[in-house]
């Protein structure tokens, strides 16, 4: 199954270009299955349909389906949640107090996630199309994998450890509840469910992301962090979708500032995001909603390419041999070494841009290495081992 996932700035045209692409993907005779992480649920409106959690026909072969995040919660989180509300109530906070509080923000999030590879067992899509929350809570998303099994790997395994041979002790001494059993097999389920996600998402073959803008100065400056920060977690990024383009149709004097401005900025999304190809969508004469609607702004969107296919291809993680050195390569497109900062430990490398931090497990032929020096040029960090 290949699954295409689709971000940018709030409103920029993600739902409408998702749900194009999924009718562009079963015309071109795909099972495809269509899911919004959008907490907005705007995919419904966007077919001008109903949807719930169950996969609902929208057109031949194209399914689409809105998650519910509380029924999710309780059958995957139950357990924890319990716990949780034992916890609090300990603490002494009422009832309803626990109620809100065992409620962990984003979990949502990952639910949508562990659906994403839940699709993929199940086997019964060609395609998966990932209508993602704005850009903000979609790196979030998306780094959480990476961060959760970072913390469970080292912490987790001591935790239940201490509270295995603890357990009666801290019990009797303080009354804290103790996580039980089940607790910990809540956490663990869910934590070789998000590690199955981050194999996925980093697997070109099998996924990829889109990064939907529009001709303007704060979507594009947003796009190109988005586009930095996915690189660093090692998630694909094959297409630009610059969308709201104003066809030349429109002559009125009123816009004529607004098309120099677009001129402008889609010169500069080509050269800053190049090689990524940047695909183009003009401003509908009215909004875009229905399968006929959507179906004609797909087919203008992709011309004569494959919507599902892997538009390019390109590895953000790279080892090669330079004489006698090794040198890993990690892209991160338009990062400064003002936001960067590279550490590494006998096992890892950690890379910080800006507020996002990724330890990168370093393979045999380069621990036992040591640090020769790193570079930031055009966009690719070059860490040398001698
Ligand atoms: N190319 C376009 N031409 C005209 N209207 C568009 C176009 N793309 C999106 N829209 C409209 O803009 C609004 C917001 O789009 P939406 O896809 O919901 O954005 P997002 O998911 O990024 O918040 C919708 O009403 C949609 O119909
Ligand atoms: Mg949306």
């Known amino acids: 199954m290949r699954t295409i996932l689709f971000t940018g700035k709030g409103g920029v045209g993600k739902t409408t270009v998702a749900a194009a692409t999924a009718l562009q993907c079963s015309q071109a005779g795909l099972r495809t299955a269509v899911m919004s992480t959008d907490p907005a649920h705007s995919l419904a409106d966007s077919f001008d349909v109903d949807l719930d959690g169950s996969l609902t026909e929208v057109a031949p072969r194209c399914w689409a389906t809105q998650l519910d995040a509380t029924e999710r919660m309780e059958t995957n989180w139950g357990e924890i949640r319990g716990y949780l509300r ?16 065992s409620i962990i923000p984003g979990l949502d999030e990952i639910f949508a996630l562990t659906d994403i590879t839940a699709f993929e067992r199940a086997g ?38 201490l509270t295995q041979s603890l357990g009666p002790v801290v019990q009797r001494l303080a009354q804290v509840p103790v996580a039980g059993d089940e607790v910990f097999g809540a956490a663990e389920r869910m934590y070789r469910q998000l590690d199955g996600v981050r194999d996925l998402l980093r697997d070109g073959d099998r996924s990829t992301v889109r990064l939907v803008v529009n001709p303007e100065k704060m979507v594009i400056a947003e796009a190109r962090r988005t586009y930095t920060y996915l690189s660093l977690f090692g998630y694909r990024v094959d297409a630009v979708i610059a969308n709201r383009i104003l066809p030349e149709q429109v002559t009125d004097p009123w816009f004529s500032q607004w098309k120099d401005a677009q001129v402008r900025h889609l010169e500069t999304i080509d050269e800053g995001f190049a090689p990524l190809p940047v695909l183009r969508a003009h401003l509908a004469d009215a909004e875009v909603v229905g399968v006929d609607r959507l179906d004609e702004l797909g087919a203008s969107l992709y011309g004569d390419r494959e919507a599902h296919g892997v538009l390019i291809d390109r590895d953000p993680l790279r080892i090669e041999r330079r004489g006698d050195e090794l040198v890993l390569s990690l892209d991160l497109p338009f990062a400064t070494k003002a936001d960067l900062d590279v550490s590494r430990s006998p096992e890892e490398l950690f890379v910080r841009v800006g507020p996002y931090r990724r330890a990168v497990l370093l393979p045999d032929s380069l621990r036992r290495r040591e640090v020769a020096g790193a570079s930031l040029c055009d966009g690719v960090l070059d860490i040398t081992f001698s």
């Open 124 to 161: 019964d899509h060609d395609v998966l199309i990932v209508d993602c929350a704005p850009t903000a809570e979609t790196i979030r998303f998306l780094s959480l994998p990476d961060i959760l099994s970072w913390y469970m790997d080292r912490v987790f395994p001591m935790g239940r450890r």
């Open 86 to 101: 034992d916890v609090f109530d300990w603490a002494g906070l009422d009832e309803v107090e626990a109620e809100e509080l």
